[in-house]
């Protein structure tokens, strides 16, 4: 089963609604608020998480240190985490 790890610019009220469809965790879940993204992207790459986000920092990321951890970047314009 793939894990997923929505960063702080999606609202946690995904978890418990795709719960039941994947393994999935909020950084908020995992005290990775307010952090350097290169330290959610080694937490996600050592514990195998897929990265969940909106921004094209993580997209930067791969590029620069390769994968994993994988990222899903989604293009849904400007949302409140509301």
């Known amino acids: 089963m793939n ?3 929505p960063d702080e ?8 609604k795709l719960s039941y469809l ?6 908020a879940d995992e005290h990775l608020l307010q952090t350097y993204d290169n330290n959610i992207w080694q937490f996600a790459r050592r514990e195998g998480f897929a990265i969940i986000t909106k921004d094209n920092d993580f997209l930067y990321l791969s590029i620069a240190y390769d994968c994993p951890p ?4 989604l ?5 409140s985490t509301t």
């Open 22 to 27: 994947m393994d999935i965790r909020h950084v």
């Open 75 to 79: 293009n849904c314009g400007n949302k």
């Open 3 to 5: 894990k997923f790890l």
């Open 9 to 16: 610019n999606l609202s946690r009220k995904l978890v418990p």
């Open 70 to 73: 994988k990222v899903v970047k």
